[in-house]
């Protein structure tokens, strides 16, 4: 059974908004960080936003003011509201968890991770 399932990718254009959602099969990640990663093609992954266990959020530099994660611990769902999307925000983006507080933006200390979900912006 999958830990994490990622859903909400497509294809729009460039100023459209999209919504990533992520569902958890385990409340095992509440006490750590949750987190979006993406990779877009001939590119190293890269941390587009995270969420602590405490509510505090990290956003590259590149997305801040345009992106925004969220957490309903109820539904044990990890959202990404992603809003003025670009061309160079398309790449397979990746729900990611790990059940330890603190770095979590760091990609190489997450223990869990989705299938991945295709964003892809037009111009």
């Known amino acids: 059974q999958a830990q994490l399932a990622e859903s909400g990718g497509g294809s729009v254009q460039a100023g459209d908004s999209l919504r990533l959602s992520c569902v958890a099969a385990t409340t095992a990640y509440s006490s750590g960080c949750m987190g979006w990663f993406r990779r877009a093609p001939g590119k190293e992954r890269e941390g587009v936003a995270a969420?602590?266990?405490?509510?505090?959020?990290s956003y590259a530099d590149s997305v801040k003011g345009r992106f925004t994660i969220s957490k309903d611990n109820a539904k044990n769902t990890l959202y990404l509201q992603m809003n003025s999307l670009k061309p160079d925000d398309t790449a397979m983006y990746y729900c990611a968890a790990k059940p330890r507080r603190g770095r979590c933006l760091g990609a190489s200390l997450y223990d869990y991770w989705g299938q991945g979900t295709q964003v892809t912006v037009s111009s």
């Open positions: 969420i602590d266990s405490d509510g505090s959020t």
